[in-house]
C-alpha cells in the first residue's frame, strides 16, 4: 500500500462506517450533501466556467489504445457540445486493463474502498461542472441534474461500496482450522482466503441518468477488485467521461494503475456494447436501457455477470382518499407524472381507477371527473412556462414527442400535451404531459412502456379487479415503481400482498416531497429484480457478492 | 406461525447461531457428528433393516399429479434395488408447489430456518439407513457413504441455511425514515421490506454425492422461501427420495404444506431435467454433474437462476520435499486418488513433475522413479483386496472401466489397474487406479477430464512451467482442487498466485488426513466459480443471494 493509499484508509474509514451501519438500519442517511447551498458559493460560477471550457475541445483522457476520435452530443437545450472523445481499440485497452488487476486485488478491500471513496470525493468537488454536464446531456433541468448527476449518484456510488466491503468482509481472511481426533493430537490447518475479482466490468450507460444510475456498477466492481470499461450513451458522454476522468487521476495518485477505469466511447451506431459484451475479458455487466438490449445482453453474454435495469408498466391504483388528502394527491400526481417530462424509468404510467368511480371523503367521484381533477392539477402546476420548465427540463430525444404523437390517437384524451416556451433556452423542446382515458380491456395501449410523458388512467371493474390487473401486468411486463391511494387497510394489504407477487416497490398514500419515481439511497430499493424490468436491484447484497469469489489456500499449521 | 413452529424456533436457535457464528470464524466446526460411534448402537442394525425394507417396494411418497411410477436402480455392489418411485406430471405438480409458496414466505426467516433445520435433525436421525441407500447407489464404500449422505451432507445444508438467513437478515425489516427538511418538519415515512422468493427451484441431483451435492441447494432455496423440485439421477434416487419425503413430513408437521419440497424421479433417458429447466415456474436451478449439460443449463434455463458444480482438471504441482515427508506424503497421494475410486469430483488428475525430477531432502529423485514411488505406495495401500475395497468402493458405472480401458493406450503406464475382488459384494466391480506418464507437450491426453481413477504424472521444463501449465489449464479446463508440493516458499507462493487467478482450492504440503478431494463445511469452499469447473461455491453469500429479493413499501408514518 502506498503512503498516500494509507493516507486514504484513515481518512475516508469513518465515511465507510457510516454507511456500512446505514445499509443495515435503512433509516435517512447521505453522505454527499444534496442541496447546492451546502456547497461553497463560488462552485456554481467556476463549475459553469469548467462546463463551459470543456465545449467545443477534444476531452482530456489518455488511454491505452486510442485509434480516433468521437463525438457529437447535441444539448437537448438546442446547441453541439462539440466534444471528442478517444476512441479506443478494445484489443489493446482490455488486455491493458487485465494487467492492472493483480495489484489492485492484492491492494486489498480497505484499500479499494478508500480510493473508491476518494474518487466519489473528487466527483462531489465537481458536482456543478457535472451539473451541467448532466442537464446539457440529459435535458434535465438543472436542479434535477444537480441532485441526480451529484450527490445522489455519489451517494448511490458510495452505497455500492459499502456493500461490495460488506460482502469481501463477510467472513476472517485467515483462519486456524483444528480438528480433534480424540485422544492423539488435533488436525491443525492454517487458511487463508482471498477475495479475487471476475476482471473486466463494462457499465452501459443511458441516456437520461449516466452517473446516477452508472456508478452503482461502476463502483460495485470496482471495489470488488476489477476493473471497469464504462461504455456511455453516445447522446450522454460527458458526465461519464469526466467521472472516468477523475477515476483515472485518483487511481494513478493512489499509486495504482489508472486502466482500472477506461472510456470506451462508441460512434454513434458502431454498438461497440455489442461486442465488448461477448469478449471473454468482461466477466460483468451493468446495463441500464432498454428491454430489447437488456434481455439481448441476459441471453448471449453468457461469459459474463449480467445486472439490468429496463422499463416496465409502473402503475398506480387509485381506490379512495379522504377530502383534505384528495387535493395534495392531485397535485403530487401531477408533478410524479410531470417530472423531467416523465422521461424516468419510475414514472407512473397506468393509472387504475374504477369505471363506477371512487370514494372521496364522503362523496363520490366519477372515473372521469378524477381524470378532469388530475389534468386540472397538471395544468395548476406547469401553467407558468418558466416554472414549468424546471420542473420539465428538455425533451432528450425525438422519439419522446414522436411518442406523444401516437398517444394522441389513443383512447380518449384527457389531458393534452402542449409545448413550453423554454425561457432561457429558445431551442429547447419542451412539453407536457398527456393523460388518455382507456379501458381494461385496452390491453394493446397499457400493457407495454410508453416511455416518456404519456399516462393512462385505465377504467377498471373495481378496486380487486385494479390489485388483480396491477399484480399480473407487473409481472408480466415489469414495473419499477407502484403506488397506492387507499383509505381502506384492507384494500392497502391487499396491494402489499399484490406487491409482493409482482415485485414492485409500492409507495402508499404518498403526498409529501418525495414522489414514487423517487427512490433514496441507503433506504430505498431501485427495482427489485423480480420481474422483467430489471434482473438486480440498487443495491443489496446480490449486487456485489457475484463479482468477486473467494479463492482459498490451506497448509498444515 | 404454528406451535409446532414457534418450538421449533426456540429448540433451533442455538444451532443456528453456532452455524451463523461458524461461517464467519470458519475454524473447525461441525453440528452433526461425523463418527458412527457417536450415534446410539442401536442405530446401525436398525438403519440396515430400515434400508432393506425399502427393497423392492414402491416409495412411500403421496405427492399431487402423480401419473405413473418409475425406477430401475442396481448397486454397484450387485443387486437391483427394485424400488419404484411416483412419476410426476409436472403440469400438476409445479402449481401445486407454487401454491404452497406464500404462506411459506410469511413465515418469515426465524421460522424458515427452524424447520430447515428440523428436517437436517431428522435426517440425521436416518443417518445409517442413508448410508446403505447411498453406498447401494452411489458404490462409495459404507464409511464414506455413512459421513458423504449423512453428517457431512447434512452440515453442509445447515451451512446453506445459516448463509441464507444471514442474508435475509442483512438489514432491518421496518425502518423510520426521518429525512430533515431544515426549519421545517422532517419528511417522515414508515418503510418495509419483505424477503420474497424467486418461486421454485430445482436441484439436479448427481450419481456420485446426490445429498452431499443437492443439500446446499435445496435448503439455500428453502430457507430463503422458495419450493424445491428434486430431479434425482436415475441410478440415486433412493438418498433424495428418503430427503424428499422426510421433508415433506416435517414441512406438514411445521403446519405447511408438503408441496413445498417434491420428488420429480424420471424413468432413464426420459431427460426431466431439461423440460423442468425451461419451464417458467423453474427460477432456480442448482446442478452437479457433467460440464455439459451444466454449460447448456447456464446457456439456456435464462428465465433461472442457475448454479452449476461440473468437472475439470484437478492439478497437483508437484516440486520438492523434506526427506522424511516424501512417504508420508506419497502415501497421502495414493490415497487422495484412489478413494472412491476416483470417482470425486475433486479427485486428483494431473500431478505436473519436471521431466529433469524434483529434489527430496539432498537427494535428486528422476522423474520416473517419482511414478515409481508413487505407484509403489498405491500398491501398498490397495495391496489387501479387503481393505482395497473399503477405500475404493464400486465402480458406478461402466463409463468408468471403458474410460480405463482407453488410458491403457495413452502415454507409459505407470501404474496398471486391477480388478479387486470384494470380499462381501463378489458382482461388485473394483478397480484400483492407473497412473500413465504423459508429456506436457501430450495436451490433447490431460487437458480434459477423466473422470475416474486415472491421473497422469505430467513432464514439464520444471516446476515454473508445472504452475504455469496448472494455472493455464485450470482457467481453460477448470478445477475444483490443486495441491503444492515443495519446500520452497517461493514456489508456494508462486503457486498461491496462480491459484487467485485459476480459482481453484490449494492444498499446500499436506501429509496427514485431510485430503485435497475433502471440504470441510462451515470452512473449506468447494469450487470457487472462477473457472469452468462451476460457476458458483459452496456456500457463500452469492449462493443465497439471488434466491430472494427483498420487496418494499412505504408510507407517510
Chains 1, 2 share one sequence.
Not at 471476475?198 to 476489477?226: D, E, H, I, K, Q
Amino acid at each position: 500500500m502506498s503512503g498516500n493509499a494509507a493516507e486514504l484508509v484513515a481518512r475516508h474509514r469513518p465515511s465507510l462506517d457510516a454507511a456500512l451501519a446505514a445499509i443495515r438500519t435503512r433509516e435517512f442517511f447521505n453522505h454527499f450533501p444534496e442541496q447546492a447551498k451546502a456547497y461553497p458559493p463560488e462552485r456554481a460560477a467556476e463549475g459553469k466556467a469548467r462546463f463551459e471550457a470543456l465545449l467545443g475541445k477534444r476531452f482530456d483522457l489518455e488511454q491505452p489504445g486510442t485509434d480516433g476520435e468521437v463525438g457529437g452530443e447535441r444539448s437537448p437545450y438546442g446547441f453541439e457540445l462539440g466534444v471528442t472523445y478517444p476512441h479506443a481499440d478494445i484489443d489493446a485497452l482490455l488486455p491493458a486493463m487485465a494487467a492492472a488487476l493483480p495489484a489492485w486485488r492484492d491492494a486489498g478491500p480497505q484499500t479499494r474502498a478508500a480510493v473508491c471513496i476518494e474518487i466519489l470525493t473528487e466527483l462531489n468537488e465537481q458536482t456543478f461542472e457535472l451539473a451541467y454536464a448532466a442537464m446539457h446531456t440529459t435535458g434535465q433541468a438543472f436542479g434535477m441534474a444537480f441532485q441526480a448527476a451529484g450527490p445522489h449518484a455519489q451517494d448511490r456510488g458510495l452505497e455500492a461500496v459499502a456493500y461490495g466491503y460488506a460482502a469481501m468482509n463477510a467472513h476472517v481472511s485467515q483462519a486456524l482450522w483444528e480438528k480433534p481426533q480424540g485422544s492423539r493430537p488435533p488436525i491443525r490447518l492454517a487458511k487463508k482466503w482471498v477475495a479475487v475479482p471476475r476482471g473486466v466490468g463494462m457499465v452501459v450507460g443511458c441516456g437520461t441518468y449516466p452517473t446516477w444510475n452508472g456508478y452503482p456498477g461502476m463502483f460495485a466492481s470496482l471495489v470488488t477488485g476489477n476493473a471497469v470499461v464504462v461504455k456511455p450513451h453516445p447522446n450522454t458522454v460527458l458526465p461519464l467521461a469526466m467521472s472516468v476522468a477523475t477515476a483515472r487521476r485518483v487511481l494513478a495518485e493512489a499509486g495504482f494503475d489508472p486502466n482500472l477505469v477506461a472510456l470506451a466511447a462508441d460512434a454513434r451506431d458502431e454498438g461497440l456494447a455489442k461486442t465488448l459484451a461477448l469478449r471473454p475479458e468482461v466477466r460483468i455487466i451493468d446495463f441500464t436501457g432498454s428491454n430489447e438490449f437488456g434481455d439481448w445482453l441476459e441471453r448471449n453474454a453468457v461469459q459474463a455477470q449480467v445486472f439490468t435495469e429496463k422499463g416496465g408498466v409502473n402503475t398506480v391504483v387509485v381506490d379512495s382518499f379522504d377530502e383534505d388528502q384528495y387535493p395534495a394527491a392531485l397535485d403530487h400526481l401531477a408533478f410524479a407524472l410531470s417530472l423531467y417530462t416523465g422521461q424516468m424509468c419510475t414514472t407512473p404510467q397506468n393509472l387504475l381507477v374504477p369505471r363506477d368511480g371512487i370514494r372521496v371523503g364522503e362523496r363520490a367521484v366519477s372515473f372521469d371527473e378524477f381524470g378532469t381533477d388530475l389534468a386540472a392539477a397538471v395544468d395548476r402546476l406547469l401553467g407558468d412556462d418558466a416554472r414549468a420548465s424546471g420542473i420539465l427540463g428538455a425533451v432528450v430525444n425525438p422519439f419522446i414527442t414522436q411518442r406523444l404523437a401516437r398517444a394522441e390517437g389513443v383512447g380518449k384524451t384527457v389531458l393534452a400535451s402542449r409545448a413550453v416556451k423554454h425561457p432561457e433556452f429558445a431551442e429547447a423542446t419542451v412539453r407536457t404531459p398527456l393523460i388518455a382515458a382507456v379501458d381494461a380491456a385496452d390491453t394493446g395501449v397499457y400493457e407495454h412502456e410508453w416511455f416518456g410523458p404519456v399516462s393512462f388512467v385505465v377504467a377498471t371493474d373495481g378496486t380487486a379487479h385494479s390489485i388483480e390487473l396491477y399484480e399480473r401486468t407487473v409481472r408480466e411486463h415489469g414495473a419499477l415503481t407502484a403506488a397506492v391511494y387507499s383509505t381502506d387497510e384492507a384494500v392497502i394489504a391487499a396491494a402489499e400482498e399484490a406487491t409482493w407477487n409482482a415485485g414492485a416497490s409500492l409507495s402508499i398514500n404518498l403526498t409529501g416531497a418525495v414522489y414514487m419515481n423517487q427512490s433514496a439511497g441507503f433506504s430505498d430499493y431501485h427495482a427489485t429484480g423480480l420481474n422483467p424490468a430489471a434482473n438486480a436491484t440498487f443495491t443489496d447484497h446480490d449486487f456485489v457478492a457475484s463479482r468477486f469469489r473467494f479463492v482459498q489456500s490451506r497448509r498444515p499449521a
